[in-house]
C-alpha cells in the first residue's frame, strides 16, 4: 500500500529501479529542512542576547524590523502553537498518535546536544497577548486564555520521557515545516486531518525501512498532495471556479443528474450543500469515516484519474445513505456503487 501511495502521489516513479535513489536524496532532504528550520532558530535563540550587547545593539525580542530573527520566531510561534493545539486532539478515540514512535528523530533529540524541540518551544513559549475582560462592577481582569489552554493542552498526555516522542510530536513537526515552506498558505486548520492518515500509513507499515523514514516521506506525500486541494484551504480564492464555494455547488449539481428525487428534497428544505460538504471536500471525508476506512476511501480516490470528480460522487452517495438513515456498516458498497455511476456516464 505504501509505494502505492507514493507512486499515485507522485513521490516515486513507475521504474522501482528509481526508488532507492531518490528516497536517498528526499530523505536527506527533509533532513536539511530540520537543520534549518527547527534546530539553527533554536540555536539561534539560545546564542541571541547572550550578552548585553548582543540584545541592545544586534538583535532583541522587542525588535520591530520585519528581517529580526526575534520577530520571525514569535511569528513562527503564532503557527506552531495553532499546529499544537490541533495535533494533540488527532484522532483522539485511537490511542496511536499519542504512543511514542519507534523510531524518534535522532537529529534533533541528540543526547549529546540539548536542541530545542518543538515541544519544548511550545512549553516555553511567552504568550504576547492578553484578554481584558471588565465585570459589572467595573472591576478590570487581565488574563491570558492561551496560556491556560496551553497549560490544560500539554498536561493531557503522559509526558514521555527524554529520548522518546509521540506520533503527534511528528505530524507537528511535518506540518510545521510545511508552513514555514509555503508561506503564502502557512498553516490552516484542517491540514492536520489530511496528513494524520498518510502518516499512519506509513507509520504502521510491517516493512521497517518505510516506518523508520515515515516522517520524510509523508511530508512530500503531503506536500504534493496540498498542491492538488491547496486552494480549498485558501479564502481568498472560496468564490472562484478552482475555490471551495464552486465545488461545493458541484456536489449539488452531480446530485441533481444523478438523483434528482433527492435534490428536489434538499431545495424544498432548503438544504445548503455549505451545511455538510465543506468539510466532506476540504478534508477529503477523512472526519467522517473510521480512520481504516478512511485510508480504504483514498485508496480509491488517489487511484481515480478523475480523483476529485469521484470525490463528488462518493459525497452524493454519502449523503443519500445519511438521509436514509441507511447504515454504512461497508464503506465498499459505496465506493463500489460510485465506481458504477462513473462508468455509466
Not at 112 to 120: A, I, M, P, W
Not at 166 to 194: S, T
Request: charged share 25%; proline share 5%.
Amino acid at each position: 500500500r505504501i509505494s502505492f501511495i507514493q507512486i499515485l502521489l507522485n513521490y516515486l516513479p513507475v521504474e522501482r529501479a528509481l526508488w532507492s535513489p531518490l528516497l536517498k536524496k528526499q530523505r536527506e532532504l527533509y533532513s536539511q529542512f530540520l537543520k534549518e528550520m527547527i534546530i539553527q532558530p533554536g540555536i539561534a535563540k539560545a546564542n541571541l542576547g547572550v550578552s548585553r550587547e548582543d540584545v541592545t545593539l544586534e538583535d532583541h525580542p522587542l525588535n520591530p524590523n520585519p528581517d529580526s530573527r526575534w520577530n520571525t520566531y514569535f511569528k513562527d510561534n503564532e503557527v506552531l502553537l495553532q499546529i499544537d493545539k490541533d495535533v494533540r486532539r488527532l484522532y483522539p478515540d485511537i490511542a496511536f498518535f499519542q504512543r511514542p514512535t519507534d523510531y524518534p528523530c535522532l537529529l534533533i533529540l541528540d543526547p549529546q546536544n540539548e536542541f530545542e524541540t518543538l515541544r519544548k518551544r511550545v512549553e516555553q513559549t511567552t504568550l504576547k497577548s492578553q484578554t481584558v475582560a471588565r465585570n459589572r462592577s467595573g472591576v478590570t481582569n487581565v488574563s491570558s486564555p492561551l496560556k491556560a489552554s496551553a497549560h490544560s493542552s500539554l498536561s493531557e498526555y503522559e509526558v514521555l520521557p527524554n529520548g522518546c516522542e509521540a506520533h503527534w510530536e511528528v505530524v507537528e513537526r511535518i506540518l510545521f515545516i510545511y508552513a514555514k515552506l509555503n508561506p503564502g498558505i502557512a498553516y490552516v486548520q484542517g491540514m492536520n486531518e489530511i496528513v494524520g492518515p498518510l502518516y499512519y500509513t506509513f507509520a504502521t507499515d510491517p516493512n521497517s525501512e518505510w516506518k523508520e523514514h515515515a516522517e520524510a516521506d509523508t511530508f512530500f506525500c503531503f506536500t504534493n498532495l496540498m498542491a492538488e486541494i491547496r486552494d480549498n484551504f485558501i479564502k481568498s480564492l472560496d468564490d472562484s471556479q478552482c475555490g471551495i464555494t464552486y465545488k461545493m455547488e458541484k456536489v449539488y449539481s452531480t446530485l441533481k443528474e444523478k438523483d434528482v428525487e433527492l435534490y428536489m428534497k434538499l431545495q424544498e428544505q432548503n438544504i445548503k450543500p455549505q451545511f455538510f460538504a465543506f468539510r466532506w471536500l476540504t478534508l477529503l471525508l477523512s472526519q467522517e469515516f473510521l480512520l481504516p476506512d478512511v485510508i480504504r476511501i483514498w485508496d480509491s480516490l488517489f487511484a481515480d484519474d478523475s480523483r476529485f470528480d469521484f470525490l463528488l460522487l462518493v459525497c452524493c452517495l454519502f449523503l443519500s445513505c445519511l438521509l436514509q438513515d441507511y447504515p454504512i456498516s461497508d464503506v465498499h458498497l459505496i465506493l463500489k456503487k460510485a465506481k458504477e455511476l462513473q462508468d455509466s456516464k
